[in-house]
């Protein structure tokens, strides 16, 4: 069994030629559904082709009919060629359930696959995307539960590269979030001592910020990374979604 799933990647256009050239399975993040409900593409210097649609659903309308939409995206994907699509942002209820709803069967009869958030997912046979990112409790019974909720054959992990500074006491649980550059800053500034959470699959530190008090800060490099994917694959999950702009720099460390 290989140590972690498939990966496929949350690919921007501007970034397609790299994925490619990296021989990487590409989700294009070049749709979006808007008013109509209608299905509208990016223009990009490449076209997408192969892998799967990301449609970002977060502006869908509430009001429409689902049917001709559905035409759309399947139209789409038999022109591209694409595998499947992942349906981002998508909120339950309202036109995108019944989208959702309509578009699975539809896909599956072409042998292609529908990906939803957590929050839309059914009884059918959609892949669930699953958050990594978590600033409490433990990944592995995150997973376990839903694996008892869906069963791990439906589960899809979705890999965020977090890195993330906490106020201490931090009764919301919602912390600062810190670019590649500012946690690189901070580490050199501080140079902590960095440890890692076995429950969260991620690195953290401590450290005080003068009249700021006490922070926590919470961060993944490739090795906690891995480790959320080799959990994935133990626990009987085959695929996992990352963004490739996050993990570019990382991809040597991941793959190997």
Do not use: N
């Not at 060629?81 to 019944?98: E, I």
Request: proline content about 7%.
């Amino acid at each position: 069994m290989p140590s972690i799933p498939e990966l496929i990647f949350l690919t921007p256009p501007e970034h397609l030629r790299a994925v490619q050239a990296a021989g990487l399975s590409a989700a294009h993040l070049a749709y979006r559904v808007g008013g109509g409900p209608h299905l509208y593409r990016t223009e990009a210097p490449v076209a997408p082709r192969g892998g799967r649609m990301a449609m970002d659903c977060r502006e869908a309308p509430f009001a429409g009919t689902a049917e001709p939409f559905c035409r759309e995206v399947l139209r789409e994907c038999s022109a591209r060629g694409f595998q499947g699509v992942l349906a981002l942002g998508a909120r339950p209820g309202g036109l995108m359930g019944g989208v959702l709803a309509a578009l699975e069967p539809l896909l599956a009869r072409q042998g292609w696959t529908l990906y939803v958030p957590e929050a839309c997912a059914g009884p059918g046979k959609a892949r669930v995307l699953l958050s990594s990112a978590l600033s409490g409790r433990s990944l592995q019974a995150r997973l376990e539960e839903a694996a008892e909720r869906f069963g791990p054959e439906r589960l899809v992990l979705r890999v965020e590269r977090v890195a993330m500074d906490f106020t201490l006491p931090s009764p919301s649980g919602e912390g600062t979030p810190l670019s590649r550059g500012e946690l690189a800053e901070l580490l050199e500034r501080e140079r902590p001592s960095v440890f890692f959470s076995h429950e969260l699959c991620a690195r953290y530190f401590t450290y005080m910020g003068g009249k700021t008090g006490a922070h926590f800060v919470l961060f993944d490099d490739a090795d906690s990374l891995r480790k959320k994917l080799e959990l994935a694959r133990r626990m009987g999950i085959r695929q996992a979604v990352l963004s490739y702009p996050q993990v570019s720099d990382l991809l040597g460390e991941l793959l190997g």
